[in-house]
Nanobody, 122 residues
């Protein structure tokens, strides 16, 4: 079982940047696809971005393309989400997720973190 722990959330103003981190423990996630999802109040959880096991491929939701960047460090078992040009509509709880696989999947994740709150004020 993989334990995922997110950090880096907070309250920022529109246009600001934040970097989220997700650290995995319990077992290496070298062969895991990792992703970020988010859930805004009153809405369903939605896919944000994913990255393949070696970082060779990524998949971004249209709403964040060009503003968010995912990366990973398999030595430290850490995944990062750099969020730039934040908008109030980015406000949500952000979850890190992992699943066994090699490409950048949008679904099928079976390991989830507890989430970190990101609030963007206008």
């Amino acid at each position: 079982q993989v334990h995922l722990s997110e950090s880096g959330g907070g309250l920022v103003q529109a246009g600001d940047s934040l970097r989220l981190s997700c650290t995995a423990s319990g077992r290496p996630v070298t062969w895991y696809t990792m992703g970020w999802f988010r859930q805004a109040p009153g809405k369903e959880r939605e896919f944000v971005v994913s990255i393949s096991w070696n970082g060779g491929s990524t998949d971004y939701a249209d709403s964040v393309k060009g503003r968010f960047t995912i990366s990973r460090d398999n030595v430290t078992n850490t995944v990062y989400l750099q969020m730039n040009s934040l908008k109030p509509e980015d406000t949500a709880v952000y979850y890190c997720a992992g699943r066994f696989g090699v490409v950048a999947y949008r679904d099928g994740y079976d390991n989830w973190g507890q989430g970190t709150q990101v609030t963007v004020s206008s």
